[in-house]
C-alpha cells in the first residue's frame, strides 16, 4: 500500500517497501514500473525497447493481468501483486517454469531481446485460459514485437504447455 | 545428404538458453558499474545549420551534471569513408545531428539538461533527395568536397576496389539483344531493421590513452579497430561484446555512440553509458541506403541477358562509413545474379541531408536487385518470359566467374543451385500457378493473388579473417577463445558444436570465452551470412591444430605416430588397438594446449536463396496479405537445422520480404524530419498476421570447410521484396513499380489501368 512517503510492492512474493523521493535507491513520482524494476530492484530480466507501449518488451504480469511496465507509474503500484521473469522459477525447486522450459525445448527465440516479455505475455494467457485456441494465443502475442521472426515456435512452444496442462 | 556427424546437423538447445527465459542474459544496458554517469546528446532540429555559438553555462550549472562536451572541446576526431565526419563538428547536417554530450549522475538529470544547452544556429539551405543534391547549384554538404558525390572506393576493401560493373561490350550487347527495356526504378522506401534493442555503449576512460568499451555491437573486435581510426590512431580500445539484441548488419558499427560515451568518460574520469532511445535508434542510428536505378537491360528470347547499362543512385543520407563497401558487394553480388557479358553499370553515392546510411543485412545487393529486377521484369514481360526461366537461366554455375569487392576477377568453384531452384518451385506449385505476366494466379470476386519469385546470392559467405583459439583442457575439456557476441543467430553454439565434432567431445564440456579483444584473437563479426564458413573454419581449425598438438604428444608415451591415433570422449587410443590408450590427463594439469586456428578470405563461392510469394490484393479496398512463401537453399550441409529454420523464417522480418508490402521510413522532404520514428507509427507484423512458410533445403556438399557448409542467414531478407512487387502486380494486371506497395499505390495503379483501358476502348 502506498502511505505518505512509502509504498509497497509485491514482486515475485518478496515485498518491498520503498521510500517515495527522488534521491538514489527510491521512488520518485516520474519513475516509471520499468525503471524502478531495472534500475532499483535490479530486476534487469524486464527489456526495454520502444518505451511507448507499442512493442510489448516490457511485459509484466500484474496482478494477474500482462501489463506494460514502460506506460505504469510505480507510485500506481502500491499492493499490487507482480510477476517478473525472475519470479517464475519454482522457488522451492528451482525449476523453470513449463512455459520457460518449451522456450528453451523449441528455440523459440532467437536474439532472446523480446522473449521474457513473449513468455509473461504467454503465461497471462495460461493463467487465465489454460486450453486457448491458436487464435487466442495469436492474439495474446499480437503487441509483442520481434524482428528476428521467431513466432512460429514460440507459437508452438506455447501450444505445447497449453496442451500438456490438465 | 551429408555424411552422419555425431553433432552436425543434429538438433540441439542453445547454450544461452536458460539464461534467455529467465531474464539472466546480460544486454549492455543490463550492466551495472560504480560510479556509472549518464549520457545524453543535444541533437540538432535544423537539417543543415552551421552552429555560430553554444553557451553550455545553464546546462553545466545544473545539479548532477558532470560534463557538457561541444565540438569546442574536443580534437578533431573523424569517422566516415572518406574520413570527413567530425564526431562534433560546428556543422550540422540533419535533423538528429549531434550538437553537445552531456553526462549526469542519472539520465533524467542528463535528458533535462539538454534544453538548457543555447545553441545559435545560422540555417542553411538543404537538400533532400538525390535530385536536388545533384543539381549544379546544390547546397553542399561538405564545403571540402566538390559535389554531394562521394569518391569511390574504400581503403578496407583495397586499392582496386570494386566501384561498379564495367566490361565487356555493351553496345555489342545491345545489338545481340532481341528485347531491350529500360527506365529508372528505385527501392528508395528506407526500411529499417529495427533491432528491438536500441543501441548504446558503456566507455570507461584510462589516461592517458586507453578506453574500454562495452558495446551492443555486433562485431566488437572491429569497433576497436574503427575507433582506432576514429580517435586519429592515438587511442587503444579494449572492445567487450555481450548479448546483442538483433543487429541485423545495422550493429556493425556502433561508433558514434561508442565514441560520445569515450568522450564523455574522457572528460569525467567516471564509466558513462548512453543507450539511444527508439527515437534516436530510428533518427540517428544506421539507415538502409536510398537505391534508384537508370538501368537498360538488353535480353535474348530464350532469356539470356545480353547487356546491362545504366547508373546506379545511392542515397547515403549525412555521410557514409560502408556505403562504399556496399557498392562494391552489391555489384558483386549482381554477376552473381545475372553471369551477363557486357557491363557499364556505373555508380553515384550521393549525400544528402538526412540520417546516414550504413550497414543493413542485404548491404547493397538487395538494394540494387530491387532497384533493377522491374527493369528486367519488363523485358521478361515482352518477351514472354517466366522469370524463374530466366532467374535459373543467369544465375552463376560452375565455370562462371566475377568481379568481387576488391575489384579482382573470381572463376567460380561453388555448386550449380539449379536444381534447388527447381525444388522450390515444385513445392510451392509455380508451374501451375503461373498464368504469365500481369496475370493473376486466381481471382474471387475482389480478391486476387499474384505470384512471384526472388533470388540472392551473396560471395561474402567467406568474406574477411577470422582467428580462433582452443585451449584443451586435461579433465578432457575445452575452452573457445572467440570474439563472437551471440546476436540471435545461435552461431555461439554452433561453434561450440563444431569444435566438439572435431575434439569428439560432449559441446557440454566446452566453454566459450566472452567476446574480449584483451582476451581473444581478431574476428571480424558475424555479418554477409560469413559465421559459418568464414568463422567456423577459423574455430575447426583451432581444434584441429589443439588435437594435432595433442595427438603428437600422447604419440610420444604411446609408441605410435601421431596419425594412427584418435581421440574420443576425452581418450586418446590407437586406432588399430582402442583398448591401448590414454586420458587427456597425460598432459598433466601443469600444460597449456592451445590450438590457433585463422581462416584467410575466400569469394570463390556464394550462397544462394530463392523466394517465392503468393500475395492477395483487395482490389476494392488496396490492402495486400502476404498467403504463402517458399524458400529454397543449397547449404552444402546443415550444421544447426532448429537454427537454419528460425534464420530463414526471418525473411520477412528486419525490413525483408515486409519493405515490399508496408514497411517504410517516411521523411518530410521539406524539413528533413523523420515523421514515423517510433514503434507505433512506423508499421510491423504481428503475430496475428503470420504467412505460411515453407523451407526447402539441399545438402550438396561446397569445397568450403571440414563439414562443406556454408551460411545463409544474412540473405533472407533479400530475395522476397522484388518477388512481392512482381507479385502483386500480377494479382492486379498492371505495374507496380515503387515499394512498398501501399493501398493508395494499389488504387492508383488500378485506377489508372481502368482509365487507360477505357480510353483505349
Redesign the interface.
Known sequence: MRSKDTIQLYINNNSYKLDIGDRPGQVDP?HTLVFTL?ETL???????????G??G?CTVIMDGKAVLSCGILTVECGGKEII???G??NPKTGE?DPL??A???Y?A????????GM?LTSKALLNKNPHPSEEM???A???????????????EAVISVAENRE | MGKEYRYVGKPMKRRDGEEIVTGSALFLDDLKLPNLLYGKVLRSPHAHAHIKNIDKSKAEAMPGVRTVVTWEDIPDWRGGTPRNVRVLDKKVRYVGDAVALVAAVSEQIAEEALPLIEVDYEILPAVFDINAALKPDAPLLYEELESNILPGGTPIYGPKCLKGVVYGDVDKGFEDADIISEGIFGYENIPNALPPEPPGAIAIWEPPNKATIYGSSQAPYMDKVSLYHVFNREVDVRSIGHHVGGGFGTKLMCWQVQAYAIILSRATGCPVKITFSKEEQMTSFTLRVGSRIRAKVGMKTDGTITAVQGTWFVDTGYYSFTTQCQVAVGSGELQLFAQCRNWDLQNKIVVTNRNASGATRGFGGQELKCSLIPVLSLAMEKAGLDPLEVIKKNFIKPGGGYFWRNGEWYDYRGIDFSEMMDRGAERFGWKDKWKGWLRPSAVNGALRRGIGVGVHGNADIGEDAAEAYIQLGYQGTATIFLCVSEHGTGQKTNYARVAAEVLQIPPERITMSPADTLVTPFEFGPVGSRGTYAISSAVINAAENARKQLLEMASRKLGASPEDLDTVDGKIFVKKEPEKGLKWSVMGNDRTILGYGRFEPDFTMCNCLMSFVEIEVNTETGETRLVRVVNATDIGQIIDPVGLENQLNGCWGSAGIDSALFEETIIDRKTGNILNANLIDYPWRTFKELPDIENVVLETPFPSHRFHAVGIAEITTSPGPSAVLMAASNAIGTWLQQYPVTPDRILKALGEKDTAGRSEG
Open positions: 516520474s531495472r535490479g530486476l534487469t530480466g524486464t527489456k526495454i525497447s520502444c518505451g511507448q507499442a512493442c518488451a517478473t521473469i525472475e517464475l522459477r523453470l520457460q522450459q522456450f528453451i525445448d528455440t527465440f532467437q536474439c532472446g531481446y523480446c522473449t521474457p513468455i494465443i495469436l492474439e502475442l499480437s503487441g509483442n514485437f520481434c524482428r528476428c521472426v521467431s513466432h512460429y515456435r514460440v507459437l
